[in-house]
């Protein structure tokens, strides 16, 4: 049976995708990145470029958050799983599946925020399906992009000794999600971070960056151990050096919730050269999303999987189950 | 409020989205096809070749019925769209959006016809996405494709005095998912035509295709009047050439369905230039999935819209409101 756990990232989901989709479908690469890698994106050799094709469906709720809503995630999160394999987004495909008897003017507002964010992230939507269905309580968009990369940058790619960045403050989306939720005894001013990153990405891709990936489900967490694993190097981070605000720390704290679980929708995290490691953290730190930019450990062949050095001692970072906050995206 | 002719095929759902999403979408295309086209796909110019890009999302209900399934449909649907305007298929996206508690059993058996289509397209697929969600009652896919055109074929194409030519029996899609639902009080060997027509298609593709559409949700009758108003022609086809099994025309006419407006998933519309008319119908006939088809009629000048001459005078045939069978795709 399937539960919530098999959709929220995290391992559940990839041994479910691994157990049946891997295990089921035997074309699932053209000669690039294919379904194997378990990489942001897909990517297919065409000539001297490689076209960079990647999904996701969101199932938000509510639809309208704190910070943004289903559509201003639903251009971001497909824009970020192109630029974190290297690729400049070309176009989008926007695809509407409504219950049946909605609000248009929900629907009317859903795609003005599409049209802001696509107008941000400079990415025309060329494509699009509608359907109308019962058996459906809200809302679902999916999205597909095509981009265009010189070189794939791929999840398998960190090297020893590489810096590991992260753009900005951890957990942000997660848990306005969260909070917007329920009647909380506290009020907060926590909001979601969702934003399209490619303007920010395109800005680094001369460095040397080794790999990256957007935190989506699972958090830091999942992407660190994806990338560790992935790449068979370990990776230390510094607790003291990740950035987050003291308010979701705080609100974390009191939920019992661990903020490196927690998912993040404007956020990349990268692998960078040494070398080039504090010219990449200017670089971010110069754009807007990228202001509170931190380096915050190293990938190391000294260990296996993730450990943070704490202040009273190493932590292993494993793989979470999955996203402790169901339906975040 | 939005019902399920809204996400029917024909007016109502067009309506829509010229009012809704045409018009608040101000990035709707690249260098090439885009959103105002209303095309099967859309296309970007990159270089010397036009890359195509289209997505579908299936709601079908049941979700297995004679002749196929949503897996079987998910790849067609969007492998046929992309042949449709000249394109070669190169991969696609999966996306599944799992109702919370579903039958892992039933994922299976869809995943293994995804592939079971996948390869007999000789279509990879090279990215995907997992939600499991509340709220929902059944599953849903959404496949996303990108394919390369050396040349893009538009609905807008339609010339004066082109041959109009269906490439199998009509209506049997829709009417396998209708008489799947119920209990009728006859027995019928009514089974879906959904096929991936790619193969077919790039047989033909050297010929002179003035314009190609698949005629999914609103049938014949949807997909001729989008050909013959973006083309601005006429339409003339003769009833006594549409290619229909006797069985589909008499359960039509049993349940009072008009067959034009209803939902094929392993048919192509074609519109081509006289001088090749006979040699593209001998190639779709060599073709298993090609071997009923007929010219049906020609392109036009002397009137507007689509005229069907029957045996007792010409009968106009509009755009259906929609496909008289919800949740057809
Ligand atoms: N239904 C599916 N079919 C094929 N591959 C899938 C499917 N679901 C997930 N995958 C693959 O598993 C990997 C992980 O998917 P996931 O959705 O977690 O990535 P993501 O889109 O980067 O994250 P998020 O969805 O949280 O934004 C990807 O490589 C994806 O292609
Ligand atoms: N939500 C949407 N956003 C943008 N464009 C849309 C949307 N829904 C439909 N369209 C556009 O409207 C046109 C008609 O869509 P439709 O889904 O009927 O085409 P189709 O996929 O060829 O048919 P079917 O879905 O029946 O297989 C297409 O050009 C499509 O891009
Ligand atoms: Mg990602
Ligand atoms: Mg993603
Ligand atoms: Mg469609
Ligand atoms: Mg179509
Ligand atoms: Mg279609
Ligand atoms: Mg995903």
Redesign the pocket.
């Known amino acids: 049976m399937i539960t919530k756990m098999h959709g929220a990232g995290g391992r559940l989901m990839i041994e479910f995708i691994k157990n049946q989709i891997l295990k089921n479908i035997e074309l699932k690469k053209v000669n690039g990145l294919g379904l194997d890698d378990l990489d942001d994106a897909g990517t297919i050799k065409l000539d001297d470029k490689h076209i960079a094709f990647t999904t996701d469906s969101y199932t938000v709720k509510p639809i309208f958050f704190p910070g943004g809503d289903i559509g201003r995630l639903a251009v971001s999160g497909t824009v970020n799983d192109l630029s974190v394999v290297g690729a400049k987004p070309l176009a989008l495909s ?3 599946i409504i219950p049946e008897g909605y609000d248009e003017e929900k629907i009317e507002r859903i795609i003005k925020s599409i049209n802001k964010t696509s107008k941000e992230a400079e990415v025309a ?1 060329i ?4 359907k109308v269905t019962d058996g459906l309580d809200e809302i679902i968009i999916n999205t597909s992009g095509v981009g265009v990369a010189e070189k794939v940058i791929k999840d398998s790619g960190v090297k020893d000794g590489d810096a590991i960045i992260v753009s900005g403050n951890i957990a942000e989306h997660g848990l306005a999600i969260l909070l917007s939720r329920e009647e909380f005894e506290f009020e907060t001013n926590i909001k979601s971070d969702v934003a399209p990153l490619n303007k920010m990405i395109e800005n680094i891709l001369d460095l040397e960056i080794s790999a990256m990936k957007d935190p989506t489900r699972g958090g830091l967490a999942e992407a660190l151990n994806e990338l560790a694993e992935k790449s068979s190097v370990g990776i230390t981070i510094f607790e003291d050096k990740i950035p987050i605000s003291d308010e979701v720390s705080s609100v974390c704290e009191i939920l019992g919730l661990d903020p490196l679980t927690i998912a993040n929708e404007g956020k990349v995290v990268i692998a960078v050269d040494k070398k080039d490691a504090e010219e990449c953290l200017e670089r971010l730190r110069e754009h807007p999303l990228g202001k509170n930019a931190e380096i915050i450990g190293y990938a190391t062949k000294e260990h296996k999987g993730v450990l943070m050095e704490t202040g009273i001692g190493k932590r292993i970072i494993d793989y979470p189950i999955g996203d402790p906050i169901p339906r975040v995206c």
Chains 1, 2 share one sequence.
Do not use: Q, Y
């Open positions: 926007l695809a509407f939507i494509a699009g399906d509608t």
